[in-house]
């Protein structure tokens, strides 16, 4: 099969905070193969913004040094790197002065899309934003990209979107989460709206329960101060499973447009019930002898911050009435692997004689390390001997059949970015979807902090806390392995 790039428009792409830890590991590489597949125009450029005093040229030396860190395989065509650091160019600015935004200003082309990544900090929006528009940065059709973080509770969410809302409209604002840029995610919706098998058997006639788990080996890596304010729940839940858990059970949109989409979303979180003190396990991994526990990476021996969570969750609607959503989401464990599995429910009546195995269908869509889409299926054991059946998995992704375009395929930043350009904000959240996602979150965790809930420990590398599994346990049913 051949590639099919279609080039996106021209445009200047300023990234504030462009030094930054993800503008180097993740941004800026991925523009690189962006650019590497032609889809970028050859004029477009990138203007990294950031406070540290340094010129064009040092500018070009880091991110020269960040590709060939973070390119993957494609950092090693040097002239392909050399072309690419051509687009680049850096002015420092600081968000809370008035230094540099005319050197920005002058830099800018009018006439092709101007784009403004925030990769800082959430506390610099509101600077950011105002000397945008007070030095005739970006006008009415100029786009903002923000990063995670979106607030750290419904009220903060709700003041950084006023912020947002004083200098643009909501059209023109891009809040990612990069969990929606994976081709899987995409390929998830293809699925379920493609295709007239599944939709018929998406709901509590067929559905026995949904389970969504992301789970990390890494601990908080440097970052304890930080992860220790936020925790599992606000740091992973409340965006990435939510949204992935809205994909999952949302309604068909009535076509594939950002608006259609977002509002589906929305009335799934709106839908959902408040969890059950009683469903919500909290988890924080403890030491081993060779690796701290999580309180020494938080830097605080009294933290009571979860590294982990598995929860619960219903959905109030007629689709959805009385099946369960299991979520959790931890760091340290087994292994990497983001999935989410439609568990389907048991056949009424097992025709074949002696066949006493449970075979159960199960849609399985992993996000991460690998990413791919399998069905499970029950099928007669191929031979002699008899009807012996067999559950196999039916890879969905076709990995084979579509070949050499998987190789191609951008990654989820890469993607992104690129519909920012292309100005299609059906992957990103919508500011309606990130409150209503906060007001489901806040009095979980308001809960906790009322009853001075202490996270239950768990051994580093195992499946997370002994409660988690008793979770489905006592609902007869069983969290899938975590392996990669
Ligand atoms: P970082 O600390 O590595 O970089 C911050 C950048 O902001 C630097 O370029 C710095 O020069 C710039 N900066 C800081 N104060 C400034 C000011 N007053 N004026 C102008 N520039 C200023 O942070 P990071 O890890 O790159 O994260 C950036 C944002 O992205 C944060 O909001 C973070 O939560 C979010 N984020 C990061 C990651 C990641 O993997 N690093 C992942 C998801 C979200």
């Known amino acids: 099969m051949v590639s099919r790039v279609i080039p996106v428009d021209d445009f200047d792409l300023v990234i504030f905070g462009g030094t930054g830890d993800l503008a180097r590991r993740k941004i800026l590489p991925g523009l690189y193969r962006r650019c590497l597949s032609g889809q970028v ?9 950031a406070r540290s005093d340094m010129d064009t040229e040092g500018y070009r030396q880091m991110i020269r040094e960040a590709i060939a860190e973070f390119g993957g395989p494609e950092a090693a065509d040097g002239k392909a790197i050399d072309r690419f650091l051509t687009r680049l160019h850096y002015v420092t600015v600081d968000a809370r002065g008035d230094g540099g935004w005319k050197e920005l200003h002058d830099l800018l082309r009018k006439d092709v899309i101007n784009a403004f990544y925030f990769s800082v900090g959430p506390g610099l929006f509101g600077d950011l934003a105002e000397r945008l528009l007070r030095f005739e940065i970006a006008d009415t059709n100029a786009r903002i990209v923000v990063e995670k973080p979106f607030g750290r509770d419904l009220e903060s969410a709700r003041a950084l979107n006023a912020t947002l809302a004083q200098h ?11 969990y929606l840029g994976k081709e899987t995610v995409q390929n998830l919706m293809a699925v379920r709206f493609g295709n007239v098998l599944f939709e018929p058997l998406w709901n509590n006639h067929y559905v026995d329960h949904i389970q969504i788990t992301v789970a990390e080996t890494v601990g908080v890596e440097g970052r304890g101060a930080y992860y220790d304010k936020s925790g599992a729940m606000r740091d992973m839940v409340q965006n990435h499973l939510m949204q992935l858990l809205c994909l999952i059970a949302m309604e068909p949109p009535s076509m594939f447009d950002a608006d259609a989409v977002r509002d589906e979303k929305l009335k799934v979180i709106r839908a959902l019930q408040p969890v059950d003190y009683h469903h919500i396990v909290r988890g924080q991994y403890d030491k081993t002898r060779t690796s701290a526990d999580y309180r020494t990476d938080a830097e605080d021996p009294r933290s009571h911050t979860e590294s982990f969570v598995a929860l619960k969750a219903h959905i109030n609607n007629w689709r959805w009435a009385g099946v369960p959503f299991y979520m959790r989401t931890g ?25 006493e195995a449970r075979h159960r269908n199960i849609l ?15 099928i007669k054991e191929p031979g002699p001997g008899g009807m012996r059946l067999v559950d196999v998995p039916l890879d969905m992704t076709f ?26 904000q059906t992957l990103f959240m919508r500011g309606d979807e990130v409150e209503a996602a906060w007001a489901w979150t806040d009095p979980i965790i308001e809960g906790w902090k009322a009853r001075n809930d202490v996270p239950k420990l768990y051994d580093q590398g195992s499946s997370g806390p002994e409660d988690a599994l008793m979770l489905l346990h006592r609902d007869g049913r069983k969290w899938r392995e975590i392996k990669e």
């Open 41 to 49: 125009p050859d004029d477009a450029r990138i203007i990294g913004a």
């Open 168 to 178: 643009f409209n909501e059209d023109q604002i891009y809040r990612i989460d990069h």
């Open 364 to 378: 399985s869509i992993q996000l991460q390390p690998n990413e791919g889409i399998k069905l499970q299926v029950t």
């Open 399 to 424: 990995a084979e059949a579509l070949g050499p375009d998987a190789e191609g395929v951008p990654d989820a930043y890469e993607r992104l970015i690129m519909d920012v350009i292309r100005g299609n």
């Open 331 to 355: 760091k340290k464990l087994k292994a990497r692997s983001s999935e989410i599995a439609v568990v389907f429910k048991d056949l009424g009546h097992s025709i074949f004689p002696g066949d």
